[in-house]
């Protein structure tokens, strides 16, 4: 590495900028490649979770939720295919979602 030191001042800025850059775009695309695969993971265990909460919804003969709980929960209640829905807020309703 002594070579570096019989650079001029200025191959030495080009270098050093060429090394950075490319350990920049090494770490870019690790990165990228960890959260594509971060959210397939979480998309996969998103299905996992919302199939054993409709396992248990299925069995029950009564299922109580606010309104939070009905729009956080959508597509479960959706799933659920009930006639009837019954929903319970303590506060007034102000919310679109439901």
Known sequence: MGFVWTMSLAQRVRLHNALLGAARGRTVRALGDALTTYR???LALRHVEEQESMSVLRGASVVGMT????AKYQSLVRQMGCRVLLMEEAAEVL???V
């Open 40 to 42: 397939r993971l979480m």
């Open 67 to 70: 309104t939070t709980g009905a």
């Open 95 to 97: 919310e679109a979602h």
